[in-house]
């Protein structure tokens, strides 16, 4: 068993990407509750046990390097499994009436509640992590027609780090999907729970449905 007890860098940074070339490289592959852990054991890919003990309030993120031997030319790089998120934006319900952008926002509520969706509300967006097909989601989202309301699919990678670490658990976890990735973004605020800096979401005010998604569920 291998201990690991820091991480040495990231497979997208520079110097990395430079060593990693021509390395060879086995991935420790994770899943959202093991990658909010500092502390768990687990076998590589090729079967390696590595027993992961990190500083409190650190957490793995996608392409960490775990460890590097230089003279084998070989690495071990954490590897997350992500699940897109249809990001809802309410910011249009702003220049509706505010009777019918309260019917609006119940009724999408009650939508998304009638399909047994997760969902995270932040600021003025809804989070919501992919349970079904991409082209069921998109057709029920079409079907309602809310005035309003726009949406578009996101990587998770694109989403997961600008949320504090309690809210990527509260909405992947209910969604049992993968979470949590390397960013080099500028953080810009503070979890209260665990004092962990995140960001703002990569999405831009006026977002659309993904038209290449219009096409009806498969029956």
Not at 2 to 22: K, M
């Amino acid at each position: 068993m291998i201990l690991i007890e820091a991480v040495l860098g990231n497979s997208s940074d520079p110097l990395w990407v430079e060593r990693l070339t021509d390395a060879t490289v086995d991935l420790l592959e994770l899943d959202h509750w093991e990658a909010q852990k500092n502390r768990l054991r687990k076998k590589t890919r090729d079967g390696q046990e590595l027993a992961i003990s990190l500083d409190r309030g650190s957490f793995m993120h996608d392409g960490d390097v775990l460890l590097w031997d230089e003279s084998a030319s070989r690495a071990v790089v954490a590897r997350l499994s992500l699940r897109d998120v249809m990001v809802i934006d309410l910011e249009g319900l702003d220049a509706l009436p505010s009777e019918l952008s309260m019917r609006t926002s119940v009724e999408l509520g009650h939508a998304l509640g009638n399909q047994h969706w997760p969902a995270l509300v932040k600021d003025k967006r809804v989070y919501v992590p992919l349970t079904v097909d991409h082209r069921v989601m998109n057709s029920v989202m079409k079907t309602h027609g809310f005035e309003g309301i726009s949406y578009e699919f996101h990587p998770g990678s694109e989403i997961v780090p600008y949320l504090a670490p309690h809210e990527s658990r509260r909405l992947f976890g209910a969604a049992e999907a993968p979470v949590h990735v390397h960013t080099h973004e500028q953080f810009v605020a503070v979890d209260s729970e665990t004092g962990t800096a995140y960001g703002q979401p990569p999405v831009s005010g006026k977002v659309h449905a993904h038209h290449a998604t219009d096409a009806e569920p498969e029956q």
